[in-house]
């Protein structure tokens, strides 16, 4: 079963939005998009997750591509506790989720 | 509210020894997921519980490893004995399932980092 596709790294400066991209092409009718971050020295930490539709909560937006084999995490302002690795990951939150290398984003003040 | 808490954060130990790590899930969460992470490697699935009861434990690396739930509060991974390509941060996380059936997300402990020499 193929994992997503992301970026190794990115960067962006701080306060201004910051788009993620990532690839799901083997996504099934089932899979939710998940995504998750790792700051430094911590466990993963939910981000935000969805099937079909945009998402929005208060940390990030999910955009998810109609043929469903892509999204992106938009983080609104960037902040320096924003740098993270992020992970985009395909399947179903209480049984196996697969985690890639993610995205590495650095934040430029 | 409480999140997930591992014991201990570090340990160091030498080869051969018996390594015992901890974890106190959410209250009301019913799933529960070993996870161990190297460099080489990232992130790994070792194991996951269902209401105190092993799923899948297709990630576990050998015998060496194993992984019980007592009860709904507790959960150990022992590695016995260890080695020292053991060496890796181990994370638990747990997740509720609603009555719906929806996927919940995994809220993760800060994990015990564990050097075997």
């Known amino acids: 079963d193929a994992k997503t596709t992301q970026p190794n790294s990115m960067e962006s400066n701080e306060e201004e939005p910051v788009h993620l991209p990532c690839n799901h092409s083997t996504i099934s009718g089932t899979d939710y998009i998940h995504w998750y971050r790792q700051l430094p020295s911590q466990g993963p930490e939910y981000v935000i997750h969805?099937?079909?539709s945009n998402v929005n909560n208060r940390m990030a937006s999910l955009a998810i591509a109609e043929d469903r084999k892509s999204s992106t995490l938009i983080l609104h302002r960037a902040t320096l506790r924003d740098a993270a690795v992020y992970y985009c990951?395909?399947?179903?939150?209480?049984?196996?989720?697969?985690f890639g290398t993610g995205t590495r984003l650095t934040i430029i003040p | 509210d409480a999140g997930v808490i591992q014991s201990p954060r570090h340990e160091v130990t030498e080869m051969g020894q018996e390594v015992t790590l901890r974890c106190k899930p959410i209250s009301g969460h019913d799933y529960l997921f070993w996870y161990r992470q190297t460099m080489m490697r990232g992130l790994e699935l070792l194991i996951y519980f269902n209401n105190n009861v092993p799923i899948d434990d297709s990630g576990m690396p050998e015998d060496r490893f194993s992984a019980k739930m007592p009860n709904a509060s507790f959960s150990t991974l022992k590695i016995q004995p260890s080695e020292p390509r053991d060496s890796a941060v181990y994370f638990c996380?747990?997740?509720?399932?609603?009555?719906?059936?929806?996927?919940?997300?995994?809220?993760f402990g800060d994990g015990t980092r564990l050097s075997i020499l």
């Open positions: 990951i395909k399947g179903f939150g209480n049984e196996k989720l697969t």
């Open positions: 969805g099937l079909t």
């Open positions: 996380a747990s997740s509720a399932m609603l009555g719906t059936g929806k996927n919940q997300p995994q809220h």
